[in-house]
């Protein structure tokens, strides 16, 4: 399953990548908003995506100029899909022949500049067809004006009426007289039906003819959309800094980051700490402190991923990602208000999905944020050590956070979100006077990079320094250290 | 007026390239004084004409009474919606689609390439006809005239419009009389006198005069509690950056004595959203209302005939109109018949 829901692609932060882009056509926009990740079997258009992105971004940097000339003139398109659509089968309005001929017109200016971009770039999958024979049936006159009008050229009989019309407009002016000119006027109306219905007939006709242009038009519009997405996709990597990733056989990603956290971080004063992980087929888990930075860590991974298998670079140092065949996200607890089911049943479900996925032997990607979280922490770890058993041995990428002891036995590799190990508690503790300063202290004090565990070791204990710097009730947070 | 040339009204309108037509009421006679506009502005500059929202329809859409239809001359522009295509007969270039939408289509920028018939159906926003106004110009226009109504406060935007001419008929009230007090206080409200300052004000929404500069008052909302407690200059200005409306004024009467003859500065006429009653009664407190961007009403164009069936007399009509505003008064119809002769 490659079809990613709106909720997921806000928690992850790729809506925030795609809402930043701001693309120079309506073919572009509408492209970026239904992109989705290529399939398995797509890799060879995926490859051909990426490149071509690779292309432009190193056409921005050498030939600015060239691009941001090609960029204004992609702003100057107009959506005409409809009035192509129409054109199959009705006769086509005045205004839609304007914007047709307009298109033309920007096309053909068009058509020079991207040849400019192109003789360098060598984009692939992206070729401009010239319709001049279609420019021409809109400008019968050859005038090249950006007006369109129905004009005498197109049938002997309008233009006679015109002339008839044009010569009554002449009494109306000459003519003093209230009266006489009333009944020219009326004259006039007569004629002027006649023009419209001549009109109508001549809009049909043409309308006829541009019918055998319309598969260029298309193919031309698909490439605009091509071409004007893949500018935007260099442009955002190139503000971030972002590389291509390489089509393999594992999940590597070295300092990533996620542009919604990182800016989100940054206007709270703090910064994002880069994530490196190498994640082999089978399962990983994620451990570590509350507040640490291990649902920071999973929608990083899950945004690259889906970036990357989308056609756009990573937001890393170097990336290299298989073709999944599936992704399967499990963040926040899903609740079904349809079948009222608990967050833990609709975990279960989830899980029923995901692992019906493996079974065809395709790679899959599986992440979850504290699976089984829900339920009593006796019986949740151990279910979350079966299904991370289970995803073990499977044709998939499973990458699991939890604070369930000894799940990380039973995966084949083991991260760890470093946490507050080698902070002064007792030393912090004693600034805070309230929960928000707490709270500044923790994120200060907090080391969020992501560590490989070679060996055996358990879920860090941080609650309860938790609690202390968050300035919990005292009577609560003694009666919790009697017991621990 | 210029009884030779025939130019009565275009005459009062020299140097304002930019004028609207606002109507007091539907069936004001807008739509007279626009035609005998075209008629008058032959052979002078390249004409464009659009409205804010919908006229130049044959019949009335909510009364159905016959109305004159616009008729153009060849060469003009028009900036109507799409579904008035139809109804215009002139033969058409199209020039541009601005991408502004009105419930009967896109809004799109024609040429006559005859003389002819014209319906209009422009934009209503007032970004949007800042745009029309650039693209008309961009195509040639030397002088824009935009159909409207007072409650288009809008128009009196310098942005948008430097002139316009106000329309008042039988339609508006049965009774003269209130016609003819609405056609005062909308003649004084857009012609205010101006104020000039280098550098005009903001950051804040309201300002006092003191010490010869503008300082923000602390409180935008209480003008009476600013008035008893911050002191005035011996001027006893105010700049009110933004709307002034009725409550505002309202509130600067509960200040009693210290609110009596004070003089409040606005942009500019469209910020003015002021009832007649509320007007009238700060003007007899001693109060006044100035603007920084001064806007000209060129002349009251009034419509003795009303399409409820009423009418008035014409004579008295006119005279009293006259006595009560300080700028022309014409009936359209009552001047010299200058026909087509574009």
Known sequence: MLDIGFEQKRETGLQYILDSMTACTPYGAELIKRTVPYASEQKAELIVELNNIERAVLGLAECGEDYRLLMQQLSLFKDIRRSLKKCMELPLSEVELFEIKRFLINLRSLVPLFETVDRSAGFENIELIGCESALKLLDPDEKSAAGFHISGSYSERLKSIRKEKREIEERIRRESDKDAREQLMQQRLITAAAEDAEEAKVRKEISKKLRAYVPDLEHNINCIARLDTTIQKALIALKYGAVKPEISDHVSFTDMINPMLSDKFQKQGRAFVPISVELKFGSTVITGANMGGKSVALKTIALNVMLCQMGFFAFAKSASIPVFDSMRFLFKEPFDPEYSLSSFGSEIIWLNEAASDIKNGRPVLIIADEFARGTNPDEGALIVRAVVKVFDSARCVAVFSTHYDQASQCASCHYQVKGLKNADIKKLAEKITDAKEGLKIIAKSMDYGLYKVEGKADCPRDALNICRLLALDKSILDEIKKSY | ?342
């Open chain 2, 1 to 342: 007026m210029d009884y030779k040339t025939g130019r009565m009204l275009l005459n009062l309108l020299d140097g304002y390239p930019s004028v609207s037509i606002l109507g007091m009421c539907k069936n004001a006679g807008k739509t007279t004084v626009l035609n005998r506009l075209i008629s008058e502005s032959a052979g002078s500059d390249a004409l464009a004409i659009t409205s804010i929202g919908r006229d130049g329809e044959t019949a009335d859409v909510v009364t159905g009474t016959k109305k004159p239809s616009i008729y153009i001359r060849e060469g003009m522009m028009f900036a109507t919606a799409t579904g008035l295509l139809p109804q215009c007969d002139v033969t058409k270039e199209i020039l541009f689609t601005t991408g502004f939408y009105t419930p009967m289509g896109e809004v799109v920028v024609l040429r006559a390439l005859s003389d002819g018939n014209v319906q209009l159906a422009g934009p209503s926003m007032t970004e949007q006809l800042m745009k029309l106004k650039k693209v008309f110009l961009s195509f040639g226009a030397g002088r824009i005239f935009t159909d409207g109504a007072v409650s288009r406060k809008t128009l009196c935007d310098p942005g948008i419009c430097d002139a316009a001419i106000l329309c008042a008929g039988a339609s508006c009230n049965k009774d003269m009389s209130e016609v003819i007090k609405d056609a005062a206080f909308f003649t004084s409200i857009f012609t205010l006198d101006e104020v000039r300052e280098d550098e005009i004000p903001g950051g804040a929404k309201l300002f006092l005069r003191r010490s010869g500069s503008w300082e923000a008052a602390a409180d935008s909302d209480a003008v009476d509690e600013v008035i008893r407690k911050e002191h005035f200059d011996h001027t006893r200005r105010l700049y009110m950056n933004g709307a002034l409306t009725d409550s505002f004024l309202k509130k600067l009467f509960m200040a009693g004595e210290k609110g009596r003859g004070v003089e409040i500065t606005v942009h500019d006429a469209s910020k003015i959203l002021l009832s007649r009653a509320v007007y009238e009664k700060f003007t007899r407190i001693k109060g006044r209302i100035t603007v920084f961007r001064p806007f000209r009403l060129a002349a009251v164009a009034i419509n003795p005939f009303s399409a409820y069936g009423h009418h008035f007399n014409k004579e008295a009509f006119l005279r009293q109109m006259q006595s009560a505003v300080s700028i022309p008064v014409i009936n359209v119809e009552d001047l010299p018949d200058v026909g087509y002769r574009f």
